[in-house]
């Protein structure tokens, strides 16, 4: 890399560097899916089927063909944007992209919405923990942190829905919009296009929805980066420029503020961009619990209809997505701290 540490190379350098992992992705998951038990044609057919019409589908289909041959035929269809055709019971016959790009908003609303509520409150307790070491506030912070990151998920839902949903009324239990027809669709995300259409009233029902799975997902991520902020914030008060600025009297505050906290955070960014990849292929759960019609649905589905081209495709769409948002992270590192990009 040129010492000039330029943005632009950095940035350059680091999406070429990102190809050979989403090579190796797709190669994992083309090979998985073929060696997993299971026969996506027995699925596909009725029982009794009589052997020649089960092998002309294979055919129709390209899997009686060498691995090597549908290996270069699926890197050929990825890189064309062709996901394939689903054979599955649910979409059958549908284009494996479209429905998955029906499907994509409803995640990405729903994984956004549970960034920010684990953004607020760990960034919030961790920097309450972190002023004040070792005193009962820490200590609880600390309890906090542990307890929320191992409670499963769909618990944690189930629980928030019989609390807010069954025994108050405040809630949705499950779904993504009710009562009205959904807006129309613009982004894909009903927030967005309920305001786009004028329509307050959808906005509020589209919201309603997403507080509970939000909160799940993100009150369960919310725990890791209580923790982090707090080991980053106590590093950086303990160092020699934190040491300097109360030396010449600056007030406490703000020496949190502007000197220590911002510090402490370009570590969590990485962490924060990382964790929001994993959310995203990670909602699989929450999308269950709440019947939420988003990506992990769609693979759930897809998985329990043996439906190979939609399973392949969803887990192809989320590989790119971990990738981009990898890039996109170091990104933001070289352009907050100049220093990783030499």
């Known amino acids: 890399m040129p010492k000039t540490g330029s943005l632009i190379t950095y940035a350059v350098t680091r999406l070429i560097l990102s190809l050979p992992m989403l090579f190796i992705l797709l190669t994992v998951v083309f090979f998985v899916l073929r060696v997993i038990p299971g026969d996506p044609i027995a699925a ?4 009794g089927t009589p052997p020649y019409i089960v092998e002309a589908v294979r055919h129709s289909l390209g899997l009686d063909r060498p691995y090597w041959e549908q290996y270069l035929v699926y890197l050929a269809q990825i890189f064309t944007g062709n996901l394939g055709i689903s054979i ?6 549908q284009s494996v992209l479209a429905v998955i790009l029906q499907r994509l908003p409803a995640t990405a609303e729903l994984t956004i919405g549970a960034m920010l509520v684990a953004s607020i409150i760990g960034v919030g307790t961790g920097l309450i923990a972190g002023v004040n070491r070792d005193k009962p506030v820490d200590l609880i912070v600390r309890l906090y942190g542990t307890i929320i990151f191992v409670i499963p998920i769909f618990w944690l839902g189930e629980i928030l829905q019989i609390v807010f949903a069954v025994n108050l009324g405040l809630l949705p239990a499950q779904g993504r919009f009710s009562g009205l027809d959904p807006p129309a669709t613009v982004t894909g995300f009903y927030t967005i296009d309920s305001l786009l259409a004028g329509r307050i009233d959808k906005f509020f029902i589209a919201l309603q929805h997403l507080v509970l799975p939000c909160l799940t997902l993100g009150l369960v991520l919310s725990g890791f980066f209580t923790k982090t902020v707090r080991a980053n914030l106590l590093r950086t008060i303990s160092s020699d420029y934190v040491e300097a600025a109360k030396a010449r009297g600056i007030p406490r505050g703000r020496i949190i503020t502007r000197y ?28 269950r619990t709440f019947s939420w019609p988003g990506m992990g649905s769609l693979l759930l589905l897809s998985i329990n209809t043996a439906d190979y081209p939609m399973i392949q495709g969803t887990i192809v769409v989320y590989a790119f997505i971990i990738v981009v948002i990898s890039v996109i992270v170091d990104i933001i590192n070289g352009l907050i701290d100049p220093r990783v990009r030499y």
């Open 88 to 93: 599955g019971q649910y979409f059958k016959g």
């Open 44 to 47: 596909l057919l009725a029982e």
């Open 260 to 287: 220590a906290l911002k510090n402490a955070l370009i570590p969590v960014v990485t962490v924060l961009g990382l964790q929001f990849a994993i959310l995203f292929a990670g909602a699989v759960l929450t999308e």
